[in-house]
């Protein structure tokens, strides 16, 4: 498998063989930094990580891989660099792609992280657009390997607002890998029929399905995996969180949801989450609406289903993985 000069901009661009080859990549490489043995051969390289948003795990996951790795980073924060403002995304793209091996980054629409990799001339990783969320796809893909073994034929529920990235990164990558992908989430928050349809066919070659539900009850029976993501994501203006309240609150994920799938079901959150009352925007949530936890309760947060923190760890093993493919297996 050759994955050299590609970019990393979402999961349709990649096939289920790719995608396989990703997370072995990324798991041999996690075995390779358990031990302790070092995959530094990328001295003189270097790359660009722009955020037009912010960001904890994927900001650290590039820098930590990237250094792993012998190569040098340069981080742009959302108000630090020209891009977008005194300077055009083509010319950005000519401009980095003329100094770096590569670049990631992370912001606002699709259409912008495509254009940056149309001018850059190097490989191009999406960090997280509005739409997708790549990387954490793999980094997801990685944790159910490492706990249910296996993807074919896995229930996967994701419950929450479905249209956005992680609704619609999750339904690609389960339909591509031979998942049964539920959304169980109210109407108004089903993915779109464009999307949707695709992912049917990709379900139809890989025996996976995509099936978009109201019932909870009906909706996570016997599932595998219960994925949730926060109700207003990033961007996104504070008007919408009295009605996201109203409308995703029969969809948290709390024990009783929790019961209703397999025993051995998992619980899986890309992080960070509104469990409890311990962050800023979490106390002004609690003074206005009166929520101490919102998508996932506490309990199911810290019960032994869930394995946030194993996705967490892996968004850097499979990060690492996307730029060794990319920038050339050494
Ligand atoms: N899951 C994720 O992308 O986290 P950050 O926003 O902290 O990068
Ligand atoms: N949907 C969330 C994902 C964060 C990793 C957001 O876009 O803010």
């Not at 080859?21 to 995959?39: N, S």
């Not at 005194?86 to 003329?98: F, H, M, N, Q, Y």
Request: hydrophobic share 35%; with cysteine; proline share 3%.
């Amino acid at each position: 498998m050759n994955l050299k000069g590609r970019n990393f901009l979402t999961l349709k661009d990649f096939s289920p063989e790719e995608i396989t080859y990703l997370i072995d990549l990324a798991a041999d490489l996690k075995d390779k930094k358990k031990k302790g043995i070092p995959v530094n051969h990328y001295v003189g390289k270097n790359v660009a990580l722009i955020f037009e948003k912010t960001s904890t795990r994927t900001r650290c996951s590039f820098e930590v891989a990237a250094h792993d790795m012998g190569m040098g980073t340069t981080y742009l924060d959302p108000s630090g660099s020209q891009i977008g403002k005194k300077e055009s995304i083509p010319d950005t793209a000519r401009v980095l792609g003329r100094m770096y091996d590569g670049i990631e980054y992370r912001g606002y629409g699709q259409e912008i992280v495509e254009e940056l990799a149309k001018y850059a001339g190097v490989p191009v990783w999406n960090g997280l657009t509005n739409e997708y969320h790549p990387t954490q796809m793999l980094a997801d893909l990685l944790t159910i390997r490492e706990h249910l073994g296996d993807y074919k034929g896995l229930k996967f529920v994701y419950m929450g607002d479905a249209r956005y990235n992680m609704g619609n990164s999750l339904m690609i990558a389960c339909a591509k890998m031979g998942m049964h992908f539920v959304a169980c989430t109210s109407k108004e928050y089903f993915p779109s029929k464009e999307l949707v349809a695709q992912c049917e066919e990709y379900a139809k070659a890989s025996g996976g399905s995509v099936a978009l539900t109201e019932d909870v009850e009906s909706g996570t029976k016997d599932a595998d995996v219960i994925y949730t993501d926060v109700w207003v994501s990033m961007g996104e203006p504070d008007e919408v969180w009295a009605e996201r309240i109203k409308v995703l609150s029969p969809y948290q994920v709390n024990k009783k949801v929790m019961d209703n799938a397999k025993d051995s079901a998992i619980f899986m959150h890309c992080l960070p989450a509104f469990h409890d009352l311990k962050t800023k925007i979490g106390k002004e949530v609690y003074e206005k609406f009166g929520m101490k936890e919102l998508e996932v309760t506490d309990e199911v947060f810290e019960s032994k289903q869930s394995v946030v923190f194993d996705e967490a760890e892996n968004r850097m093993h499979t990060i690492k993985a996307v730029m060794v493919a990319t920038l050339g297996e050494q």
